[in-house]
């Protein structure tokens, strides 16, 4: 019944800017964890950015300072700016969610369960 979408993603030349977003249905008012993965040709998925119920956000050291994650609970989206891309960034990116904890927190980048379907992420240098 949960659902997620993802939408934003382009070429971009390094150095420039993206906004991803991310709109979730299915959800009916509960608090949860959400996050944006990504996933290079050749290389594992990576978690790169998770935002809890709260507000609380985690970055992974590659993106910090560049990348923001924020969330709009009333309308159920996510996003993620991405400033100061680098052909580095080039991905597959993916919006998901963690429903496991009550209050909303997020458990680690490995209690996602629900992802939406992708948006490609071109950087070019």
């Known amino acids: 019944r949960v659902q997620l979408v993802e939408s934003g993603g382009g070429s971009v030349q390094a150095g420039g800017s993206l906004r991803l977003s991310c709109v979730v249905s299915?959800?009916?008012?509960?608090?949860?964890?959400k996050g944006w993965f990504r996933q290079a040709p050749g290389k594992e998925r990576e978690g790169v950015a998770r935002?809890?119920?709260?507000?609380?956000?985690f970055y992974v050291d590659s993106v910090k300072g560049r990348f923001t994650i924020s969330q709009d609970n009333a309308k159920n989206t996510l996003s993620l700016q991405m400033n100061s891309l680098k052909p580095e960034d080039t991905a597959e990116y993916y919006c998901?969610?963690?429903?496991?904890?009550?209050?909303?927190?997020?458990?680690?980048?490995?209690?996602?369960?629900?992802w939406g379907q992708g948006t490609q992420v071109t950087v070019s240098s």
């Open positions: 998901a969610a963690d429903f496991s904890s009550p209050g909303g927190f997020c458990r680690g980048w490995y209690a996602f369960t629900d």
């Open positions: 299915g959800v009916f008012g509960r608090s949860y964890c």
């Open positions: 935002i809890d119920g709260g507000g609380d956000t």
